[in-house]
């Protein structure tokens, strides 16, 4: 059973989760680059740049993806079409092929849409914590006395047929 200490995203992607021709190095280096822009200040904060570093990874990896199956679809075909045929045909009819059997085109497009989603929301969630930080450093602290002016109200101007005088303020009971 796994135990249920708080893990790094990013650490164990680049343990277990990394592909041929992925580099860890870069992954880390993607999330120090996003940690020293981003400067979380508590755990959560933490684990959401890990999820956006993640989301990247994920994202890169689906439009790799979709290459690499159309490249694959398009050498199961070549067999069945002749040399005169476009290669925009043969990616069409690939594509149709793919619809028709396994459809893992259209089913990555899902994924990715997912993923898409995910790396959203936490940009989101992101920027929401960094305006609500630039607003709470804009703000006066508690404790600093705020520059009140001084009130008085002795005697307020009255304006009648074009003179100015003066006249005590009404008091309403």
């Known amino acids: 059973?796994?135990?249920?200490?708080?893990?790094?995203?990013?650490?164990?992607m680049t343990r277990n989760g990394m592909l041929d021709g992925e580099d860890p190095a870069a992954l880390r280096a993607q999330h120090e680059r996003l940690?020293?822009?981003?400067a979380p200040a508590d755990p959560l904060?933490?684990?959401l740049i890990e999820r956006v570093v993640v989301a990247q990874l994920r994202l890169c990896?689906?439009?790799?993806?979709?290459?690499?199956?159309?490249?694959?679809?398009?050498?199961?075909?070549?067999?069945l079409l002749d040399e005169q045929t476009?290669?925009?045909?043969?990616?069409?009819?690939?594509y149709l092929r793919d619809c028709a059997n396994a459809n893992s085109i259209a089913k990555l497009g899902q994924h990715e849409t997912r993923l898409r989603r995910e790396y959203d929301?936490?940009?989101?969630?992101?920027?929401?914590i960094l305006a609500?930080?630039?607003k709470e450093a804009a703000a006066p602290a508690i404790?600093?006395?705020?520059?009140?002016?001084?009130?008085?109200i002795d005697r307020i101007p009255a304006k009648r047929a074009g003179r100015s005088r003066t006249k005590s303020p009404a008091i309403r009971h």
């Open 86 to 94: 476009s290669e925009m045909s043969r990616r069409c009819y690939a």
């Open 132 to 134: 609500a930080r630039k």
């Open 143 to 152: 404790d600093e006395p705020l520059a009140e002016a001084p009130v008085t």
């Open 1 to 12: 059973m796994r135990s249920l200490t708080p893990c790094s995203l990013v650490d164990e």
């Open 61 to 79: 990896r689906a439009a790799i993806m979709e290459g690499a199956l159309t490249r694959y679809r398009l050498e199961e075909e070549e067999s």
């Open 45 to 47: 904060e933490e684990f």
């Open 121 to 128: 929301v936490c940009c989101k969630e992101v920027r929401g």
């Open 35 to 38: 940690a020293a822009w981003f």
